[in-house]
């Protein structure tokens, strides 16, 4: 039975609380779906609002890093051309020879440009350190202080392994794609943009050739995408429920022996961890198959540039070194498309986790007792408007002692009286 098809609750498992005893029905928490994966991530970005001044860096270096590494082939191919007209007969001035002063100077230039971009990565992958830690930090607190204001069936409807999980799987999920596939997304699109702008530079010819190839690719990436949202939600529902049911297993261990329940038990965990190995293979094996068939796209369009690179050549209408230069871009040109198909299949598995957060965070709250002041001590109005007396109730125009016994009395009787109809 897939997890599409079961109810939106399931009971607890065989021992939610503390060595509490329910009747074996199943493991974790409700399955949780990708109701609002636009809702989630749009949350998602709001948390940063504290950052954008470390964002606004992050972003700069990246461009920076981005745009000193795609300048690289314009160097090498003026260096390749000035190598073609001294060595080939035709392309240079008779007896001109290899001019390699020229040669030293771009090599100088070059190797800045490999300096600078290495530098401006550094920081932007400093920085956004940084920024991903502190946002998951942030959001952890909210959760931790979440849980101290849930209502006890909150607690009871879930086994403690399953929200351990969302502390664990779920914000290392967040932690990490954060930390490692914004940058990459970031220069994805840098280098998608800078890598155009450079080819057009070069022959607009040749550059609406590779432009043929981005709908295909983007069409395969959606598709696949689509797919796999599924998938690794319910991967990381499985694992919430498996790691529950392990932690109430061991926590309940002598209960488990005393009710005959360890054919269940193993039953239990087969099943789910059965379920966990078909949503991670068939989330993996989705996601597998977008970089072959990106490189497969990419070759179509390596092919076409090649053949008409070599014609235009023939022709005098490029040198050789723009045509080198034009095919390390035309590379680059499906590398941040790879890229992004594959950050988007990160970011649909760090959607499930931080909808599975957010879900916890807009849980119900414990409605506060009226009767107790901020500070933790009940509060003479919340007695009296509990009980039906007066504020003076309890005086009966005598002053109450220092630790107000009398008023204590008469609102601890009349609490008694009603609350018990007695």
Partial sequence: MSRENKGDARPAGPLSGPMRWTPPGGVGAPVQKAKDAKGTFWRLVRRFGPHSGRLTVVFAAAVASTWFSILSPKILAHIINVIARGVIPGLGAPGQGVDF????????????????????????????????????????????????????????????????????????????TLQESLTQLITALVTFVGVIVMMLSISWLMTVVVVVTLPLSFVVTALIAKRSQGYFVNRQAALGDLNGHVEEMYTGHAIVKAFGHEADAIATFNRVNGELYV????????????????NFIGNIGYVLVSVIGGVLVTRRALQVGDILAFIQYAR????????????????????????????LLDEEEEPPDPTWSADG???????AAETGLGADAGLGGRPADRYGRRRADTWGRALFARRFRV
Avoid: C
């Fill in 101 to 176: 002063h020229v040669i030293l100077q771009s090599l100088g230039v070059l190797a800045s440009l490999y300096v600078f971009s290495s530098a401006f990565s550094y920081v932007q992958q400093y920085v956004m350190a940084g920024v991903a830690q502190r946002t998951v930090y942030a959001l952890r607190a909210d959760a931790m202080d979440k849980l101290a204001r849930l209502p006890i069936r909150f607690y009871d409807g879930r086994s403690h392994g399953e929200i351990l999980s969302r502390f664990v799987n779920d914000f290392d999920n967040i932690g990490s």
């Fill in 279 to 294: 949503y991670s293979w068939k989330a993996q094996f989705v996601t597998g198959i977008i970089m072959p068939l990106m």
């Fill in 377 to 383: 001590a009940r509060s003479d109005a919340g007695l």
């Fill in 332 to 359: 680059q040109f499906s590398q941040p498309i790879s890229q992004l198909s594959s950050i988007a299949n990160v970011i649909q598995s760090t959607l499930a986790s931080a909808e599975r957060v957010f879900d």
